[in-house]
Nanobody
Framework: QVQLVESGGGLVQPGGSLRLSCAAS????????MAWFRQAPGKDREFVAA????????RYTDSVKGRFTMSRDNSKNSVFLQMNSLKPEDTAVYYC???????????????????WGQGTRVTVSS
């Protein structure tokens, strides 16, 4: 069983930055792919970023490219999402997810992830 706990959300002004963290219980190491999703009020959950278990560069949704950076620290069973130049449309609950059975073509698919955190709320507003 894997448990994920996100932290780092909060209220920030447009143009500001936040760094989200996700800590996984249990030793997932490099056997699991990791991802960030978000869900804005009244909208469906959407993919934000992911790193495949095989390594390589993170994949991002187009709307966050150049602004968000995902990193992974396997020694700490943690992933991070550095969010810069935040916009009001980034307002959402951000979820960390992990799964062992993803292939590269399914990284953006939430239904392929086995475990989810409880989410951390990010509000971008002046």
């Amino acid at each position: 069983q894997v448990q994920l706990v996100e932290s780092g959300g909060g209220l920030v002004q447009p143009g500001g930055s936040l760094r989200l963290s996700c800590a996984a219980s249990g030793r997932i190491g490099t056997s699991y792919s990791m991802a960030w999703f978000r869900q804005a009020p009244g909208k469906d959950r959407e993919f934000v970023a992911a790193v495949h278990r095989s390594g390589g560069s993170p994949r991002y949704t187009d709307s966050v490219k150049g602004r968000f950076t995902m990193s992974r620290d396997n020694s700490k069973n943690s992933v991070f999402l550095q969010m810069n130049s935040l916009k009001p449309e980034d307002t959402a609950v951000y979820y960390c997810a992990t799964g062992a059975r993803l292939i590269l073509s399914t990284l953006t698919r939430g239904d392929f992830y086995d475990y989810w955190g409880q989410g951390t709320r990010v509000t971008v507003s002046s």
